[in-house]
Each structure stands twice: as structure tokens, then as C-alpha cells.
């Protein structure tokens, strides 16, 4: 609930929203941005973009059918145009007892200080000096950084408003910025990659060296890494690795999956899915996640989910429409791309309860295996449905309880069933990432590696 | 260098579309206000999109969907640096706001008004759409979903879950710049999806069929839903009995149009000279070099009429074009794009495309396609001891700088004593671009294309198209648990 922007763009769904015809429930969700993006290259500047850009995305449900139309301007006229052709889109829905928007539940919604004027009156210049530095920096990093692919300074302005005919009127206004670097090092013939960022609500929240330092560190760790040969071994997951398998794990967990027969857990809400070790909390009310939000994409509160309490598979994530049909209600978690199509149901911002040990203190217990810094290909390697998991990795080996030389060009399999049931520890380091997880050091015994 | 087959993230309806969007005094007065501070070179570039879906699940229609974008994105050039914005707001006012925004954004020196003449126009080929989309009604479109759901569910009390999508777009485009261009486009897409879920004993597997062309309605025409939904519950249902998929390095027999985006990964990305010119390549500098088998030609061909990857004119305004990249395993060029080839004193190859008039242009692939061989695929297979036959290969990913790839096998079998025979699981084939090109040791005769494709690439998806022969690699990493 704030001013400015907000106000602006809860006017515009009240317009929409007063379109609304007898026996009609009409949504508008309406969405503003501004963003700004600077590339440098060899120290000047090579790209520089301003954009403004707005959209309203408009649900109509009549008779228990569904329309949905949406249009990149605000203009009155499209407004209209969207309404009708959104109505005109119903008819050609299957009636569903269940469909219908969302309506206030009660449930506060959380304060999060998203939005930091201070953003908004940062200088041009010192946007493209951040770039610039950054680039500067993670060159002088190490002697063998032969290049920098890109080195940017990105930031954004965004501005939502959800109203219904069914008395959701809520808005909610959030800044954020990065800087981020794609490094090539070199060294005896042989080239690696790497990237490192870093992340915030305004310029000065940045750490640029720790970007540099990180894309550096893992460009140059690899350089001369062989193929590992094939076998069984125990893996630990840098904090970045995790969070990507979080975010898959909990796609598997929405309430859609479940309802329409493509999630592993269905049924198995009460037993164990995974080791005792794993708590699983979706928490978009938890102001250091970058994925945090006041409301969902249908205008309620946010709220804390656990979704696997010491192994054991507690609840799904619902929008008001899979809550209503499992039988219970939203936990506010309905997600939308932007304004260009209907929300759906799924975790905003999953993390792991953190255990006690640093990376460090895993690796020695381990003994051997791999560290997995990096993986590849999860789209198309793992399928959600099924649980089968198979990516391309890079990372160190770890012997005798330390790491040692680096490895690439191999997979690691498994399903994400018996990953779960094979966690052997979780680390103390939870690291909040650019993506809808958070991230922590984890051990996974038993995992399948292909190599030479 | 994500890559997914599959739908498009943001299909499109139809609907009248002015002859051209923009008056050219409008355009040549924008041109000349974003060159006002001393920019280099201008563009300006319209779109105009239109999309409509349908999708069926869980046994039912959800909703329909439409949406309209509509807007301009200017570029203005000065020495190395590219300032942009974009404008959904058309008016004289809006584009002179934006061009002022740009050229502002690139920083230029102090220019006087310049003057751009539009004479030089190329007149875009028409597109051949013989039913477009926006002429169909909509119950016929559900009705399409209504009949891949039937078809699928009766194939087996196995098949649990069906999902059908109908998409399609209209894109009109007009580019003008300050050299004077002065031309457009209107591509229309049509696609079609189905996706089903097989439960047995060994639990879920899913099988996916998807078929997309730059054509209109009569896309269904050309082929049968029907066909498409058994085909797509029978990969689940064939899935069902696989065996856990090999782990290890085997020869690897991909199956010709479902291995395109081998070839998308293992080198297309690292041949975009925009990759190349920072050094992000592990191609640079190989012109001229044997870097494939000399069964390889690889070709990325804009201009194959109905693909899902051709157009009449790139996003620059640049015709589409068919480069030779590899020919007999030399590498003969890359891909360019205006600015890097103005670089390099040469003309694009006509592969300068963007997601939408909100992003800026850069080097991407179109369709892009192995030629035939001589060899018989039964031979291919019959002389292949041990390994892995991929029939249909998923989304791939590579780090273009090391060459390094992966992609996922949607459907695979063993090959054991020259003979095709069990299914196995899911898994991802791991290797390395210019080694993998060199391990190509026989080519079949049966080319095929493979099913539409959306690249990603910084951020940005254009539809693309692959394919190629049935092809043996000798040696690939299969990423799978058994041993």
C-alpha cells in the first residue's frame, strides 16, 4: 500500500474493474517499470538503454468461465478493448465450479521496505562508473583474466496494482539494481569462464569487489580442470548450485503439479520425503530475498509456507484457484510473469532451515568427492514430472578432506527423490541469490557421475 | 545460450493491421532528432504484435488468452558506444521523446539537424499465409484442443494427464535508418503442442510433440493433431518400461530432425560474431580451418519458406539470407549483425534479431540445418556395436568461450549388436563443441527438420529452427545412473 506510482496504477484497475458486467468478476493487474541497463567494454561505454514500459492484464470470469486478454499500453481505449476481448475469451472456457478471484482473507500484509528513493536520484554517470569499476577491478583481479565478455550495471523501478470486483485492491512498489560480470581466464592454451554479481535495492547496497572477486576465483579455479572417470560419489553443492535445485524442488511442490498429475509428491502430504535434516520454508515475507513481495500476483499477503518440516512433506503452495479445488484456501502464493497471463500457483522464495557447519567443515567431513560449483543444462536435464535429474557440472575434487584439482565436462545423476533421501548435511552458509531460492552449501551422497 | 523447444512464451492473435504504422515524414523527422547531438547512425524500429493461445488441460479448456504489443525502440550509434530506448507511446511526441532519450544514452558530440532521405526502399517479400489466424473462429481453434486431448487419453488407460496448446502471431515490423532503409515485415506463426503423462509401475514419464511454422491456419493442413497427440502419448508410454539411461562415454546415433540442437549448441552460438569479437568463442580465429569431419556442412538459412526460424527481413531490416558457416568441415564464416559487421567493414548476414521493439538486436541464428550424406540410417545403425540411439533430443545449453555443451535426451534407446532396443530414462549428453564436430563419423541421407525451438540468449528468446540427418557421433558422455 503506497503512494505515488501505486495510486496511479490502482486507479487504472479501478477503471478496468468498473467494466465489470452483472454476474461478472473482473481482475486487472496493471504493471509499471522503469529500467535502466549500462554495458561497458574495454572501459567505455557499449550499450546504454532507457526504457519505460506498463501493462494491464485482465481476468473475466462469468458463469464459472475464464477469459484473459492483455495489452501493453493504459491507454482508456484499450482498456476497453482488453475487457471485451478478455469476455469474449470466457466463452470459450469450460465452465469450472472452481474458478473464481481471489478475496481478502484477513491476512496482513507484511511491511518489506522494498522501495528505496535513493535508487532514483543516483546520477547516470556514477551507474556507468560502477560498470566501469567493476570491469577495472575484476581485470586486475589475476594475471590470467584475459577478458571480460560483459561488465553491467542494471537497475529497475517497478510499480503493481491488483483490483477486483471481489474487493482485492492492492499495490506494491519495489526497486532493485545489480552488477554483474562474465569473465574469460586463460592460461597455457585453455579457457574458462566465469560470472559473479552483486545485488540490491539501491547502488550503494553493491559490493563491486566481491563481484570481481568471485567472477575471477571462478574463472581461474577451473583453468586446467580434466574429466573425472565415472562412478559413485558424494557431492557437495555450492550455495549456488542448491539454490537452482530448490527452485526446481519447488515447482514440484505447487499446488498445480499436484492437481493436474505432474508432481512427484502428490498423495504424500504426512510422510517422508526426504533426510531429517531438510526443512524446506518458502518465505517471500523475509525481507533479504531478493524474490520478496508484500502481495501475490492475486493481490493477497504474502506469507511464510514450510513446506517440508524435518523431512517430512507438510503442505503445497495454492492460488485461490488450486486452494479452492484441493479443498482448503491460497497461501498466497499465486505468481505472475508480468501482465501477460493468468497467475499461477508456485513458491516465491524456498530456502533451506541452515545447519551448523561452513563449507569448509563439510568438505573435511566428506573426505572425498566433489565439490559441485556449477551446473549446466537443468532445463533440459531434469524433468520435474518424473524426478529423473541429470546435469553437466563443473567443480573441484575433494580429497582427503580438502579441495583440490578442478574437474569439467561431466554429469551428475540421480532422481530428485532419492537426492533428497541421500541429503547428508546442510550447511550453516545460507546465501541469498538472485533467483526464487536461496542457497546453502549441501551434501549429497550417492550420486552418479559421468566422466572419461 | 539457453535453448528450449517448444511453445512460445507469448503467442499471438491476430487482427487488422494498418498498411504501415507510421507516416515516413514522422519517421524521418525522429530519425533527425535522434541524430541531433551528433549521433553516427540512427534506427528506429516498429512492431506491431498480436497473439492468441488456447490451452487445454486436466481435460479442459482453461481460457483463452490475447494480447497486443505495441511500440518503437530507437538506436542511435556514436563511435563504439549504442544508446537505446523504447516507447509504447507512437505519437510524433513519444518517438521524439524517446529518440531524444537514446541519443542522450549514447552521449554524442555536438551534431547539427541532419537530414535523412527514406529512398531507399526494399519492398518486403509478402508473407505466404493463406489463412491467417485472426480469420478463424475461435471454437475451431478449441476444437483442434478438444481432439488431441480424445486421441491421447485413448491410446491408454495409462495416459493420466493431457495438455493441448494452440498458439499463434502476428508480428508486423517496420525498420527505417539514417542510411535511408526503409523497410518491414509481417510474419505470422502458428503452433501447435501436445504434452501427456504416463503413470505405470516405475512412476511418471512424460512425452511432449510439438509442431510450429511461420505460416498461417492452414498450418493444420499440412498436418494432423490427431497423429501429433498419439505420437506424444506414445513417447510417454514407451518411456514407461526404460531402463535407467547409461552413464559413461559410448558411441551416440542421433536420429535425424529430433538432433538439430546438437549443432544449435556445439558451434551455431559459438559462430555469432558478436561472441567471436570478444574473444567468447572457442572458433575465433579458425576461418579457414578444418574444424569439422568433413561430412559436416552447416548451414543457417533464413530463408527456408515456412520454417519457424525464416522471415523476409531481420530485425535490422536486412533480407534473410542462406550462410554457409561449415563447408566440408572448413569453417567459412560467422554470423553477423549490423553493428559488428559495420566493424568489419562487411554487410550482415542477415541474423540481427531481438525479442521485441524492448530489446536491443543482436547475432542469433535462424534455422539452421546439417546437409545430407550418402549414408543409409539402417547402416549408420547397424554399424554401431554398442551405444545410444537419441530419437528426440531436449534443450541444450553451452559456454560458447570453452565450447562446452549439454542437452537432454527426451527419447532415447540402447543400441546393443547393431539393433535398436530397450528405451532408457531421461538424461543429458555432455561434450565439447569442436571435439564432438571432429567424432561425426557417418551422415545419413534422410534429412529431416526438427520441431520449433525458442532460443534464449542474454536474456532475449527468438524463435528457431534445426535439423539434420540421422548422424553417429563416436564418442559422447551420457549422463545417466546406470553403470
Keep these: ?452 | 545460450m539457453q535453448r528450449h523447444a517448444g511453445t512460445i512464451s507469448s503467442p499471438l492473435p491476430p487482427g487488422p493491421v494498418e498498411a504501415h504504422v507510421l507516416d515516413e515524414a514522422v519517421i524521418q523527422r525522429t530519425l533527425g532528432a535522434a541524430l541531433r547531438t551528433g549521433g553516427e547512425w540512427a534506427e528506429i524500429f516498429v512492431e506491431d504484435k498480436r497473439s492468441s493461445s488456447a490451452v487445454l488441460d486436466d481435460g479442459k479448456v482453461e481460457e483463452l488468452t490475447s494480447g497486443r504489443d505495441r511500440g518503437a525502440g530507437i538506436r542511435v550509434v556514436v563511435g563504439e558506444t549504442t544508446g537505446f530506448a523504447h516507447t509504447a507511446d507512437l505519437s510524433e511526441d513519444g518517438l521524439r521523446t524517446a529518440a531524444e532519450a537514446a541519443a542522450a544514452a549514447a552521449r554524442g558530440g555536438s551534431g547539427g539537424t541532419e537530414v535523412v532521405d527514406l529512398t531507399r526502399h526494399t519492398a518486403p517479400r509478402p508473407n505466404d499465409v493463406s489463412v491467417a489466424p485472426e480469420d478463424v473462429a475461435k471454437a475451431t481453434k478449441v476444437e483442434l484442443l478438444t481432439r488431441a486431448d480424445q486421441v491421447a487419453r485413448s491410446q491408454g488407460s495409462a495416459i493420466t494427464q493431457v495438455m493441448a496448446r494452440y498458439g499463434d502471431s502476428r508480428r508486423k515490423i517496420l525498420i527505417a535508418n539514417s542510411d535511408g532503409l526503409l523497410t518491414g515485415d509481417d510474419q505470422v506463426k502458428t503452433l501447435f503442442s501436445v504434452s501427456c503423462v504416463a503413470f505405470g509401475d516405475t512412476g511418471m514419464q512424460t512425452g511432449r510433440e510439438s509442431i510450429g511454422h511461420t505460416i498461417g491456419f492452414e498450418l493444420f493442413d499440412q498436418y494432423d493433431v490427431e497423429d501429433l497427440a498419439r505420437r506424444a502419448a506414445e513417447r510417454a508410454l514407451t518411456k514407461l518400461n526404460a531402463k535407467p539411461a547409461p552413464s559413461g562415454t559410448l558411441p551416440v546415433v542421433i536420429g535425424k530432425g529430433g538432433g538439430g540442437v546438437l549443432f544449435h549448441e556445439a558451434c551455431g552460438h559459438g559462430l555469432e560474431a558478436d561472441l567471436v569479437g570478444k574473444s567468447a568463442s572457442a572458433f575465433k580465429g579458425k576461418v579457414g580451418e578444418q574444424v569439422a569431419s568433413p561430412l559436416i556442412t552447416l548451414v543457417d538459412d533464413g530463408t527456408i519458406a515456412g520454417e519457424w526460424g525464416c522471415f523476409a527481413v531481420d530485425d535490422e531490416g536486412r533480407p534473410a539470407q542462406r550462410n554457409t558457416l561449415i563447408e566440408d568441415g572448413v569453417l567459412t564464416d560467422y554470423m553477423w549483425d549490423f553493428l559488428r559487421a559495420r566493424k568489419e567493414g562487411r554487410l550482415s548476414s542477415g541474423n540481427g534479431r531481438r525479442q521485441s521493439y524492448q530489446h536491443l538486436p543482436m547475432v542469433r541464428m535462424t534455422n539452421t540445418v546439417i546437409t545430407n550424406g550418402d549414408t543409409e540410417p539402417d547402416d549408420i545403425i547397424a554399424g554401431t556395436d554398442k551405444g545410444v540411439y537419441v530419437a528426440q533430443l531436449g534443450g541444450g545449453q553451452v559456454n560458447t568461450a570453452t565450447g562446452d555443451f549439454v542437452f537432454g535426451m527426451t527419447e532415447a534407446y540402447l543400441i546393443e549388436d547393431g539393433k535398436v532396443t530397450d528405451p532408457i530414462r531421461e538424461g543429458n549428453l555432455i561434450g565439447n563443441g569442436p571435439e564432438v564436430l571432429t567424432r561425426i563419423d557417418a551422415l545419413g541421407n534422410d534429412f529431416a527438420m526438427g520441431s520449433p525451438g525458442m532460443c534464449g540468449k542474454d536474456g532475449q528468446g527468438v524463435p528457431v529452427g534445426d535439423g539434420v540427418p540421422t548422424l553417429r557421433v563416436t564418442a559422447l558422455t551420457v549422463g545417466g545412473t546406470a553403470a
Design chain 1, 1 to 452: 500500500m503506497t503512494a505515488g506510482g501505486g495510486s496511479e496504477l490502482l486507479e487504472v484497475g479501478d477503471r478496468v474493474v468498473a467494466l465489470a458486467q452483472g454476474g461478472e468478476q473482473v481482475e486487472a493487474v496493471v504493471l509499471r517499470s522503469s529500467d535502466t541497463e549500462v554495458r561497458v567494454y574495454e572501459g567505455e561505454i557499449e550499450s546504454f538503454s532507457s526504457a519505460q514500459s506498463q501493462g494491464v492484464g485482465v481476468r473475466v470470469i462469468v458463469d464459472g468461465r475464464q477469459g484473459f486478454a492483455y495489452a501493453g499500453t493504459l491507454d482508456d481505449d484499450v482498456l476497453a478493448e482488453t475487457v471485451a476481448e478478455a469476455r469474449d475469451n470466457a466463452a470459450f472456457g469450460e465452465p469450472d465450479e472452481f474458478n473464481g478471484l481471489a478475496e481478502p482473507d484477513g491476512v496482513a500484509v507484511a511491511e518489506l521496505n522494498l522501495y528505496r528513493e535513493g535508487l532514483l536520484s543516483v546520477p547516470t554517470d556514477d551507474k556507468i562508473s560502477l560498470a566501469q569499476q567493476l570491469e577495472a577491478v575484476v581485470k586486475a583481479a589475476d594475471a590470467r583474466i584475459t577478458g571480460v565478455e560483459s561488465a553491467e550495471y542494471v537497475d529497475s523501478v517497478g510499480d503493481m496494482a491488483v483490483v477486483t470486483s471481489t474487493g482485492i485492491r492492492t499495490s506494491g512498489r519495489e526497486t532493485a539494481c545489480y552488477v554483474a560480470a562474465y569473465v574469460l581466464a586463460e592460461e597455457d592454451g585453455d579457457t574458462q569462464t566465469g560470472f559473479g554479481f552483486s545485488v540490491g535495492r539501491e547502488p550503494s547496497d553493491l559490493d563491486v569487489a566481491k563481484a570481481a572477486a568471485d567472477a575471477a576465483d571462478r574463472a581461474t579455479r577451473l583453468l586446467g580442470a580434466t574429466k573425472p572417470a565415472s562412478g559413485r560419489v558424494t557431492v557437495v553443492f555450492d550455495p549456488y548450485v542448491t539454490a537452482q535445485f530448490l527452485a526446481i524442488l519447488g515447482s514440484t511442490l505447487s499446488g498445480e503439479a499436484v492437481l493436474k498429475g505432474r508432481s512427484l509428491f502428490a498423495d504424500r502430504i504426512g510422510e517422508t520425503v526426504g533426510a531429517s535434516q531438510l526443512t524446506l520454508v518458502d518465505d517471500p515475507t523475509d525481507p533479504r530475498a531478493f524474490t520478496a513481495g508484500e502481495t501475490d500476483g492475486e493481490g493477497l499477503a504474502t506469507r511464510r509456507n514450510v513446506l517440508i518440516e524435518d523431512g517430512t512433506l507438510r503442505q503445497f503452495v495454492h492460488n485461490t484457484y488450486t486452494g479452492r479445488r484441493s479443498g482448503t484456501a491460497s497461501t498466497g502464493s499465486a505468481i505472475r510473469g508480468g501482465f501477460k497471463s493468468t497467475p499461477g500457483a508456485g513458491c516465491q522464495a524456498v530456502s533451506l532451515l541452515p545447519g551448523d557447519l561452513s563449507q569448509e567443515a563439510l568438505i573435511a567431513q566428506v573426505g572425498d568427492g566433489i565439490l559441485v560449483q556449477s551446473v549446466s543444462g537443468l532445463h533440459s536435464g531434469v524433468n520435474p514430472v518424473s524426478g529423473d535429474f541429470s546435469t553437466g557440472a563443473e567443480g573441484l575434487r575433494i580429497a582427503g578432506g580438502a579441495v583440490g584439482e578442478p574437474l569439467r565436462e561431466f554429469t551428475i545423476a540421480s532422481t530428485i527423490q532419492k537426492m533428497l533421501g541421500d541429503v547428508v548435511a546442510v550447511g550453516a552458509d545460507l546465501e541469498w541469490l538472485p533467483m526464487s531460492a536461496a542457497g546453502v552449501s549441501l551434501v549429497i551422497g550417492d550420486v552418479t557421475i559421468s566422466g572419461a
